[in-house]
Nanobody, 127 residues
Framework: QVHLVESGGGSVQAGGSLRLSCAAS????????VGWFRRAPGKEREGVAT????????YYADSLKGRFTASRDSAGNTVYLQMNSLEPEDTAMYYC????????????????????WGQGTQVTVSS
């Protein structure tokens, strides 16, 4: 069992920055894939970024590459999503999710692969 606790989120002006965090607890002695997902009103849930806590390997959605950065702390218990140059279209509920992995490769962005989910945090970007 892995418990995910999110923090961050809020309202920012277009062009601003925000950093989301996702703290993992419980059975975290094995490496995890941690994914960031978002769902905007009227749209399907989409993968934003992923990070392998064992290796630090990351994946980004093409449309977000260069603006969003996923990272991990030294212990691998917390992952972050640095969001820069935010746009109104980034407004969504953001979720972190995780599943256990045995390798150090890049993590899938398929939401179906993820077993544990955080509660979500709202990000609102104003024009």
């Amino acid at each position: 069992q892995v418990h995910l606790v999110e923090s961050g989120g809020g309202s920012v002006q277009a062009g601003g920055s925000l950093r989301l965090s996702c703290a993992a607890s419980g059975n975290t002695n094995t490496r995890l894939c941690v994914g960031w997902f978002r769902r905007a009103p009227g749209k399907e849930r989409e993968g934003v970024a992923t990070i392998n806590t064992g290796s630090g390997n990351t994946y980004y959605a093409d449309s977000l590459k260069g603006r969003f950065t996923a990272s991990r702390d030294s212990a691998g218990n917390t992952v972050y999503l640095q969001m820069n140059s935010l746009e109104p279209e980034d407004t969504a509920m953001y979720y972190c999710a995780a599943f256990r992995v045995a390798d150090f490769g890049v993590c899938t962005a398929r939401s179906q692969a993820y077993d544990y989910w955080g509660q979500g945090t709202q990000v609102t970007v104003s024009s």
